[in-house]
Each structure stands twice: as structure tokens, then as C-alpha cells.
């Protein structure tokens, strides 16, 4: 975990993979650590109403894209799955007992529509379409679940066309997190590791 200063606050970045059970424990100790007074968390805005749903009744199916289905596939080759994301769940708790702020900083999915029809071709769908019934049946060289995780993500982005909407997209997560650093002193941001690097370059921009 590095932090960097934005605007009038600090903000503390931290990479987990989302599902891999484990996880949960980097975010209780950075909780701890940070005593935070805003948890950004990497994920939409509609995964926040889920969390919410299932704290009120415990019982919510966690419905998955056919390309997350095959990613915890392979993923749980190097460790024990939780289905919702153990990380997730604990930030969403330790900021509600808390009383700290758990922001979504992912773009929603009528967001995600909108860039996708404005920056991908149907050839390119195509494509992609495709790649993702392949990687169920890959062979990954990845020894560990970063390793893993990486492996994963530089195959989904070969195509030019979702490399660049990556990349709006994680300028945008961003700018979001910026703007939350000069609301509150401290944040703790809960970035999906294969968009850590990314994310953390373009933060520097907002350097105080």
C-alpha cells in the first residue's frame, strides 16, 4: 500500500483481487492502519446496492458475466473463491460500523454502455466475444494469483479497442478518487490489482 497527496487530502491505495479469499485481511489491516475517513472502493455503483441488499437480508444471489465466471475459474486455481468478495464485504462493513463513507468509484453500467457503443466496433464485439469463450479453455503460465491476474488482464485487453475504453475508464475511477481526496483528510482507495499501476500513474496528475 503507497499513498500519495491529492488536493487537500492523502490518499492510500491498495490492490486486492477481488473474490480470492484471503484478501479481506489486506483491507482489515489498511482499515486499521489508516483509520480512514472515506473508503473508495474500485467497483460500480449497483455492487454498493447489492452489498446493501444482502446486509438487510442476507440472501442475495450474486448473478456473474460468463467472462467472471471463467476468470474465478482459473482464479481458484490458486486459491479458495468467495462469492460475494470477501474484501468487498468486509470494507463495505468496517466503513458502515465505522460511519465512514464507502464510495463506488467504478463507472455504472449505463456509463460502461455508453462508452462501449461510442468506442467499440461491432467487429471489435466480435472479437471480444470470442476471445472470452477461448479463455475458458486456456492454459495460463501464472504461478501465483498476481501473476494470474495480470496474465489474465493482458489477454482481455489485446484488442485495441477495450484497451482504450480501460483506459477512459480508469481515468475516470481517477478523477473520482481525486475529487473525493479534497471532500475528506484520508481515503482509502480499494483498487482491483490488474488496475493498480494504471490508477496510481494517473493520480499524478492530481498531485498537490
Known sequence: MKWKRIGEGKVYLLPVIHGLKGEEEKVKKA????????VAIGIPPEDIEIMEKMDEKNEEEFEMSLQYQYYLFHLSKY?????????????????????????????????????LVDNVSIFSLIRHSAKIRRMGKKKFKAKSAEEFVKEWNREILSIKAFRRLEEIR???????IAELCNKYRKVLAIIPLEKYDSISMMLERYKK
Do not use: T
Not at 482499515?31 to 472515506?38: A, I, L, Q, R, S
Not at 466503513?95 to 456509463?111: L, T, Y
Not at 480508469?170 to 473520482?176: E, H, K, W
Open 170 to 176: 480508469n481515468g475516470r475511477m481517477a478523477q473520482r
Open 79 to 115: 486459491g479458495e473463491i468467495s462469492l460475494p468478495p470477501l474484501d468487498i464485504k468486509v470494507a463495505y462493513e468496517m466503513a458502515k460500523a465505522s460511519g465512514v463513507p464507502f464510495k463506488a468509484v467504478d463507472i455504472d453500467d449505463e456509463e460502461y454502455a455508453e462508452l
Open 31 to 38: 482499515f486499521e492502519k489508516v483509520k480512514p475517513d472515506c
